[in-house]
């Protein structure tokens, strides 16, 4: 599985991003698609995932602001931003989770960088 991201960049505090993240390869194990974030000096954290059967979770600072949603045509997940604030700033990550059996195994992109300032 590949995961490609896009869609990041530099905005101010209050405005909106949409993050794309379209997947490639055999996906037939994948069970949730999600994305992480990561700040500097920061360990990683879950912003958003939604499982294959249509469960979502997010991170609670990510609430009412952030939604995650896919297109299962294109193989493609999307996290649109609003209302973004300075903390946000960080390298977000696509991820795939694949399971099979007790086995689960994480696919990553490479990151595209959100620069929020205030």
């Known amino acids: 599985v590949q995961l490609v991201e896009s869609g990041g960049g530099l905005v101010q505090a209050g405005e909106s991003l949409r993050l794309s993240c379209g997947a490639s390869?055999?996906?037939?194990?994948?069970?949730?698609m999600g994305w992480y974030r990561q700040a500097p000096g920061k360990e990683r954290e879950l912003v958003a995932a939604?499982?294959?059967?249509?469960?979502?979770n997010y991170l609670d600072s990510a609430k009412g602001r952030f939604t995650i949603s896919r297109d299962i045509a294109k193989s493609t997940v999307y996290l649109q931003m609003n209302s973004l604030k300075p903390e946000d700033t960080a390298v977000y990550y696509c991820?795939?989770?694949?399971?099979?059996?007790?086995?689960?195994?994480?696919?990553w992109g490479q990151g595209t960088q959100v620069t929020v300032s205030s």
């Open positions: 991820n795939a989770r694949s399971s099979v059996a007790v086995i689960m195994y994480d696919y």
């Open positions: 939604i499982t294959s059967g249509g469960n979502y």
């Open positions: 390869g055999i996906m037939i194990s994948i069970s949730t």
